[in-house]
């Protein structure tokens, strides 16, 4: 078994554990999953599309799967919000904009596009993905702790909070499931799957603010609308 095309050491009785709490805990949750999948059609042509460009491993798409099960209007305790769930400062470091009008990290290709720099950042600086998605959980500076005092550089060996000894397991098991969820008798049939709607771009140049229901008003279409096809827009 692999995961970023790292293999995963399931003759180890402490990993092929882990994995498997976080696996049937999934599987305990089916409607959760159908939501997952019916939203990945959704979502998975954009990041798809991105993670190839930048050369990365395919199975990244289930990060923001783990993160904010692909909804652009999560938010963390800590703060985080969006897709990749980006604290404010990491979200600005990557390119982001986030101010009183407009949060990026709402914006399902710019955030990837974010995501996608941060982790290779992270992947350079502990050399495997596994460590590389320790660091995005808990913090870089964090893990770099953890390794210095504990003389390893394995994501398996790491002794590391419970969140975080849990993340990598548990979007190994997320890819488990959603590659094929019929083994699982989970069934979602493609018409029944969210997908993107036909939209039209239109750049707007103002040099004060312009009301949604203005916007909503020009474009012939509810304020809710807009809102969701721009939901950088605060």
Not at 10 to 27: G, I, P, S, T
Not at 61 to 73: D, H, N
């Amino acid at each position: 078994m692999s995961l970023f095309g790292e293999r995963v050491p399931l003759e180890r009785m402490d990993v092929k554990e882990r994995l498997e709490r976080e696996f049937y805990y999934l599987l305990d949750r089916q409607g959760l999953l159908v939501m997952y999948i019916k939203r990945a059609a959704r979502c998975n042509p954009i990041v798809e599309v991105i993670l190839e460009m930048e050369e990365l491993p395919e199975d990244l798409k289930y990060v923001p799967v783990a993160e904010s099960g692909l909804t652009s209007r999560a938010r963390s305790s800590a703060k985080a919000v969006g897709y990749w769930q980006f604290i404010e400062p990491t979200a600005k470091r990557y390119g982001l904009k986030v101010n009183g009008y407009i949060d990026e990290r709402r914006d399902l290709t710019r955030s990837t596009m974010a995501a996608t720099a941060y982790l290779k950042d992270l992947h350079e600086m502990f050399g495997s993905w596994t460590a590389a998605l320790a660091g995005y959980n808990w913090g870089e500076r964090n893990v770099k702790r953890a390794i210095k005092v504990q003389g390893t550089t394995s994501y398996y060996d790491l002794y590391l909070p419970m969140e975080t000894e849990r993340y990598v397991f548990r979007i190994l098991a997320l890819k488990l499931i959603m590659e094929q969820p019929e083994t699982y008798s989970i069934y979602v049939p493609e018409d029944e799957r969210y997908r993107l709607p036909k939209i039209m771009e239109v750049d707007i140049a103002s040099e004060t603010p312009i009301p949604i229901d203005l916007l909503a008003d020009c474009a012939n279409a509810g304020a809710r609308t807009i809102r969701n096809l721009n939901p950088w827009m605060r």
